[in-house]
């Protein structure tokens, strides 16, 4: 089946953590107006779009992903003017603006929520979120044994308006944030108009919090396997009643038919963890989503062999709905790969690394993030990128624990630490306060010391610096259409992975000893070869043969 073409099919998009980009009010939350003065700098940098994760109006229990009102702007971040001239001044810049839709749960403070805290059970309140009657003869244990995301039970139990323990409402991530009824067309409704009122301000897509969530199997049962956000089943086995349940694509379907009701291309992005890459694709038929993150490439080792079956894998799946094939390597919800990629095989991949934990060898994991940047810039399809990881900013894994926000820190009673060390404001300018993140030394979460080595104003016009080597493979990915090419594999062994795409020779070394560079004119390379002009370890290079 051909591939669908169309901007996203081969856009390089980045993504900005609001409270994390940049601070134009000196308050040490980063704001609307900060990033609209910073987008020259993504303008430079070579990337097609931004997304924005959520800057709505919000109690802020899951830092904005909690939303009480999906029509404005949390006064933290702005104003609605302030979004408009934020999108207008990336369409002058020409770049595209996607926002963050999070249609899974509300947040607790949401007036529909308030309402059916106060409403009766049974109650058309009460039908918009999933409500339940406890188990046992005072209905005192929860409806099912599902557990949430960040730590704990799923359920949560009311007082009801007259004082007496009432029903359990279902919240798969924080207790702040109840899950919607999807089965009640209300919710429908009000999503398809929340979906055209950022479409007539001017934006250019969606990018859909927990999109495999929306619809839960109808009795609710009992699942007793880990209760883990990446389903990892098989094709053909039971899924987890929580997740990836077909009811969704009904769902996307509908929204896609507003999307191409507007002029110009508007994209919906599913942020769907669900494996395998078969089940995924689906999320991306031409009817659905016109991306979806690939999270199973994020999550794979970084071994010659894993990394060949996975690109083969999510190429071959989305090949076969004519979707195009979106590769990540960091977010806001991950160890930064820079660090990631520096942890002990053995250590797994932790949820958060703080103090007394294993540290990352920071070299070793800079070294690798910036081949696997080289080599996931090379492949056709499209790309993400996460704000700082131009920068090589690693993990702040030694943040402190009195510091951190993440609720999955205090749900896991301490014993997860949570994605706070890679939100952490990022550096701008070296001798600056807050490291050019805002014109006071405010941060929300504290920097580390060793920031002002990776602040942009370092790198700039360097040489070999991570940023000008991201800068570099942006320019040839557009200049040679990478993203809009054909895989064809040159090498699948165990120690080097080589392939040609668009006229260019793309080999990444994963063995111990250096080789020889493909034939051809060498135009960029993740590090420096070594003295006999071979590609030392843990190098992708890029040849033009």
Same mark, same amino acid.
């Given at each position: ?67 009480? =009102?999906?029509?404005? /702007? %949390?006064?933290?971040? &702005?104003?609605?003017?302030? @979004? #408009?001239?934020?999108?207008? +001044? ?113 934006? =250019?897509?969606?990018? /859909? %919090?927990?999109?495999? &969530?929306?619809?839960?199997? @109808? #009795?609710?049962?009992?699942? +007793? ?122 250590? &797994? ?133 990478? &993203? ?62």
């Amino acid at each position: 089946m051909g591939v669908a073409h169309g901007w996203w099919t081969e856009a390089v998009i980045y993504q900005i953590y609001p409270r994390s980009f940049a601070d134009s009010d000196g308050d040490g939350i980063g704001d609307l107006p900060g990033i609209t003065a910073r987008l020259g700098h993504l303008a430079e940098l070579g990337v097609d779009a931004v997304w924005l994760s959520p800057f709505y109006p919000s109690p802020q229990a899951d830092a904005g992903y909690d939303v009480a =009102d999906y029509r404005d /702007v %949390d006064p933290l971040f &702005g104003s609605l003017a302030d @979004a #408009d001239a934020l999108i207008a +001044e990336a369409r002058a810049k020409g770049l595209k603006v996607i926002v963050d839709l999070v249609p899974n749960h509300t947040s607790s403070a949401h007036r529909w929520f308030r309402a059916a805290v106060t409403a009766a059970p049974g109650s058309p309140e009460r039908a918009r979120y999933v409500f339940r009657d406890g188990l046992g003869p005072d209905g005192a244990t929860p409806p099912n044994d599902w557990q949430s995301v960040f730590g704990g039970p799923a359920w949560t139990r009311l007082v009801e308006p007259d004082g007496r323990p009432g029903q359990w409402y279902l919240h798969l991530f924080d207790p702040a944030q109840p899950d919607l009824n999807w089965d009640n067309p209300e919710i429908r409704a009000e999503f398809l108009d929340v979906l055209r009122f950022w479409l007539d301000r001017g934006v =250019d897509g969606f990018r /859909v %919090d927990v999109a495999h &969530g929306l619809i839960k199997q @109808a #009795d609710l049962a009992n699942w +007793e396997e880990p209760q883990e956000i990446l389903s990892g089943n098989e094709v053909d086995k039971p899924r987890p009643p929580m997740w990836d349940q077909d009811g969704v694509h009904e769902i996307y379907r509908d929204w896609r038919r507003v999307l191409d009701s507007y002029d110009g291309a508007r994209i919906l992005v599913a942020e769907a963890w669900v494996e395998p890459a078969e089940r995924i694709a689906r999320y991306v038929r031409p009817d659905e989503m016109h991306q979806a993150f690939n999270f199973e490439y994020l999550l794979a080792a970084w071994t010659a062999p894993a990394q060949y079956a996975v690109i083969t894998r999510s190429l071959e799946a989305t090949d076969a709905v004519g979707a195009p094939t979106t590769w990540v390597l960091s977010n806001h919800d991950v160890i930064r790969h820079a660090s990631r990629m520096g942890l002990s095989a053995k250590g &797994g991949r932790p949820n958060g690394i703080g103090i007394g934990d294993p540290q990352p060898d920071a070299a070793l994991g800079l070294r690798r993030a910036r081949a696997a940047t080289l080599l996931m810039l090379a492949l056709p399809g499209s790309a993400y990128l996460y704000q700082g990881e131009e920068l090589g900013l690693p993990e702040h894994t030694t943040l402190p624990d009195e510091s951190r926000q993440d609720p999955t820190w205090e749900r896991s009673g301490h014993t997860q630490r949570g994605r706070d060390g890679c939100r952490v404001p990022i550096p701008w300018e070296a001798d600056a306060p807050s490291y050019g993140f805002g014109p006071t030394d405010a941060s929300w979460l504290p920097q580390p010391p060793l920031w002002a080595e990776y602040a942009l104003d370092r790198q700039q016009g360097v040489s070999g610096s991570t940023y000008e080597t991201y800068r570099t493979a942006l320019r040839l990915r557009r200049e040679h259409g990478l &993203g809009r090419g054909t895989l064809g594999w040159l090498s699948s062994g165990d120690e080097v992975l080589s392939f040609r795409n668009a006229g260019l020779t793309v080999l990444t070394n994963f063995g111990a000893a250096a080789v020889p560079p493909p034939a051809g004119e060498l135009l960029h390379s993740s590090a420096p070869l070594d003295a006999d002009g071979r590609v030392p370890t843990d190098v992708t290079v890029w040849v033009r043969h």
